[in-house]
């Protein structure tokens, strides 16, 4: 059975960190671009953060950078998402997807093309 799972998320105050993990099942998450993507109330879904399958590349949305860290740990069949200075705007559910795109060299951003697999998403709130 393909699966991604995601964990790590919950309730932190501005200024603090959280590490959302995901883990795949049933497939080889080495073969796959991974996205981390999130959604607030009201709003659209938007990439966060991606990592390629071909050459390690790495995008960042511009209100993350220098802020988050994403990694992945073939072995593992884990990608992480490293979250620092957590900020309210960040309050969303947070979401990885695997994308399979060995004919491209970097990560996608776009969450409605190419994901062929999503976790169930989890909960991230930066409040005080």
């Known amino acids: 059975q393909v699966q991604l799972v995601e964990s790590g998320g919950g309730l932190v105050q501005p200024g603090g960190s959280l590490q959302l993990s995901c883990v795949a099942s049933g497939f080889t998450l080495d073969d796959y671009h991974i996205g981390w993507f999130r959604q607030a109330p009201g709003k659209e879904r938007e990439a966060v953060s991606c990592?390629?399958?071909?050459?390690?590349?790495?995008y960042y949305h511009y209100s993350v950078q220098g802020r988050f860290t994403i990694s992945r740990d073939n072995a593992k069949n884990t990608v992480t998402l490293q979250m620092d200075s957590l900020k309210p705007d960040d309050t969303a559910i947070y979401y990885c997807a695997a994308d399979f795109a060995p004919y491209l060299q970097t990560c996608r951003t776009n969450p409605s093309v190419g994901y062929n697999y999503w976790g169930q998403g989890t909960q991230v709130t930066v409040s005080s």
């Open positions: 990592i390629s399958s071909s050459d390690g590349s790495k």
